[in-house]
């Protein structure tokens, strides 16, 4: 299982890359936390951003540090709102506000596509990445199979099970 070493060495090898896409000036705070008991909830905290202190927020218990750096970058995205102005009054951050209020609706869509294409474009793009890919840095660590349509465990493009015999899938 990956440490908290790993996430530090990705987040901060992420951030001036996200800094400069996302075009903001004004740096934010990070804090990870380690949390067993939300780590075992399925449908735990994975993230917050907080505004008025401009502080990330990330949960990182049983998670794949890939996973907490999408939060990451999400998050930075709303820092970057959060520079621009967008977030000034916005309204309250309440237990459904992202189905009740159009603004904050649209402030996490952007936040869901811009954070994760930012994640996206880096890895695909070995912005540092290599450095951390298994064991001491070798690439050749990490599994690249090439399932058939009788191995019907994996899921290809579009979610269908064994991708009805084609060969391949996407990189997540």
Not at 13 to 37: G, I, T, W
Request: some cysteine; overall charge neutral.
């Amino acid at each position: 299982m990956h440490d908290k070493n790993t996430i530090q060495e990705l987040i901060k090898a992420f951030y001036p890359y996200a800094k400069r896409k996302l075009r903001f000036k004004e740096s934010c705070k990070v804090f990870l936390h380690d949390n067993q008991e939300n780590g075992a909830d399925p449908l735990g905290k994975t993230a917050y951003y907080d505004p008025e202190s401009r502080e990330v927020h990330l949960y990182i218990t049983k998670r794949h540090p890939k996973d907490v750096l999408k939060s990451f970058s999400h998050e930075l995205v709303h820092h970057g709102q959060n520079c621009r102005g967008d977030l000034t009054n916005a309204g309250a951050t309440t237990e459904g506000y992202a189905q009740t209020d159009e603004h904050l609706r649209e402030m996490e869509r952007e936040a869901y596509l811009e954070g994760n294409m930012l994640v996206r474009d880096w890895c695909d793009n070995n912005q540092g990445i290599e450095a951390h890919r298994g064991e001491a840095g070798m690439a050749g660590s990490i599994p690249n199979t090439n399932p058939t349509a009788k191995d019907k465990r994996w899921l290809g493009p579009a979610g269908v099970r064994g991708n009805n015999g084609k060969r391949g899938g996407w990189p997540t």
